[in-house]
């Protein structure tokens, strides 16, 4: 193949490569941010995480004690002559009350709360970003906030604080903002964007893929190969992405206090982003796996003569055992796209694709072998017999007795077919020196 046209396909899949990592971080926006599905099952997760749990007890009773004074409101209440334990008794409530909302909050019952309450909200939020309008969705403001300022009350509530202390709140007190009026225009064209991305930017590398292997006629497999190192690179730097947008994240906005949850916060978020790294990844030594199998190597060519006599003769059962093989991965579902209905036919069509080109190289190269391979050893037998029965006999001597068979040409044509056998790779080294005993001593 001509340099310009090896140069091409390298920018192809270069390419496809780079706008193939793009891809990903759009899909996992779409799948993590905007399916309320999704979201829902994060918010499950998050809820259910004990160190999330903590540091949201943390930050309820936080706010409570910033914005109520709970010492004052104590001594109010206590006889005369234990008002100066106000104080005490009021810091020595902190941490209990820690304890109290966090096991609050790994009630069943409380935890299904929080997740609808948090699928509801997600909802209101992604129909605000689509610019949809509806019952209790308002973009006039232009804020998109987290309020969690009812559980703050309820705390206060339950601690014995009266309802004239916990009136006095601020209106702010556990709210904080995602998104300010400036942002929404810019967000809500990033969603859109990310809508359309997420799907035709997957059909665009694989056409670049596509056209990559198309053009690289002669090289093909090298070129597949190539791919699949790709698709392990792309897969890696995913994962790095997501290690190092993490750390940044964390530190840029998490206090130190809540840095180990909101580590955890954001793996959870982060888990389809992981997935789909890993899946790439996987998909990519596939590739590898399936260029290799295909190559004039030694050991490649070795595989293929053992495979030869089951896809040439049993093409039917060699199928059968590949769609188990992917019926069974199926069943698994190891990534989202074997979890999905295009994703199955997508890969069970690559995967088609490429099983039958390596039976149809594996047949061209060894088209005597399925033959020879399962009949080896009746082959083996076939021609002993036929050395001995065509060996010509002296007439019997004085005496009665027989004169001994001496070597004829037979024999040494039948070692000979042994031998072409044993070259076209029919017979092993082992099956082709019993074979040759065996019709000597015949």
Same mark, same amino acid.
């Given at each position: ?43 499950? %997760? ?47 409530? $902190? ?11 790994? %009630?069943? $019952?409380? %935890? ?51 309802? @004239? ?15 300010? @009026? ?6 809500? %064209? ?16 694989? =056409? ?12 093909? $497999? ?19 992405? +997501? ?19 909101? !580590? ?5 978020? !982060? ?33 293929? +003569? ?44 690559? =995967? ?35 050395? =001995?029965?065509? +060996? ?8 009665? $007795?027989? !004169? ?6 037979? =024999? ?21 020196? +019993? ?8």
């Amino acid at each position: 193949m001509s340099g310009r046209r090896r140069a091409g396909v390298w920018a192809l899949v270069v390419l496809a490569s780079v706008i193939g990592l793009i891809t990903i971080l759009t899909v996992w926006v779409n799948r993590q941010m905007l399916d309320n599905n999704q979201w829902k099952k994060a918010s499950a %997760q998050l809820i259910q995480d004990p160190q999330v749990r903590s540091a949201l007890s943390v930050y309820l009773v936080n706010e409570l004690y910033n914005n109520v004074d709970v010492a004052g409101q104590l001594e109010k209440q206590l006889p005369k002559q234990v008002k100066p334990l106000a104080a005490p008794a009021a810091a020595a409530l $902190r941490q209990p009350a820690v304890y109290a909302v966090n096991f609050l909050l790994s %009630q069943g $019952r409380v %935890q299904q709360s929080w997740i609808n309450a948090s699928a509801l909200a997600h909802q209101k939020l992604i129909n605000v970003l689509e610019n949809k309008t509806g019952l209790g969705i308002s973009t006039g403001h232009g804020v998109v906030t987290v309020d969690v300022g009812a559980l703050v009350k309820e705390l206060g509530t339950n601690l014995g604080l009266p309802s @004239s202390a916990l009136d006095k709140i601020p209106a702010g007190t556990g709210v904080f903002t995602v998104m300010k @009026s400036d942002q929404l225009a810019a967000a809500q %064209q990033g969603i859109h964007a990310i809508r359309i991305l997420s799907v035709w930017l997957i059909v665009l590398v694989l =056409v670049l893929y596509s056209l990559a292997i198309y053009l690289a006629r002669g090289i093909r $497999r090298e070129t597949l190969r190539n791919i699949g190192w790709a698709f392990v690179l792309v897969g890696l730097l995913v994962l790095v992405v +997501r290690h190092v947008a993490g750390n940044y994240a964390i530190d840029a906005l998490a206090q130190p206090n809540y840095r180990a949850a909101a !580590s955890h916060v954001w793996l959870i978020e !982060s888990s389809i982003l992981g997935e789909v790294g890993r899946a790439i990844i996987f998909y990519g030594l596939v590739m590898v796996g399936g260029a290799v199998l295909a190559a004039p190597h030694s050991l490649s060519i070795s595989a293929r +003569r053992w495979m030869a006599p089951t896809l040439s003769r049993r093409a039917g059962m060699s199928w059968g055992i590949l769609g188990g093989a992917y019926l069974l991965l199926v069943l698994w579902g190891p990534t989202h796209a074997l979890q999905t209905l295009w994703g199955i036919l997508l890969l069970a069509a690559l =995967v088609a694709v490429g099983f039958e080109a390596l039976r149809r190289l594996t047949v061209a190269e060894f088209p005597d072998a399925a033959l020879h391979h399962h009949n080896a050893s009746a082959t083996m037998r076939a021609l002993a017999t036929r050395a =001995v029965a065509h +060996r010509p006999h002296r007439p019997a001597a004085a005496g009665g $007795r027989a !004169s001994d068979p001496s070597p004829s040409s037979s =024999v040494a044509e039948t070692i000979a077919q042994l031998h072409s056998l044993h070259q076209a790779g029919a017979l092993t080294d082992d099956e082709f020196d +019993r074979a040759k005993q065996q019709t000597l001593d015949s």
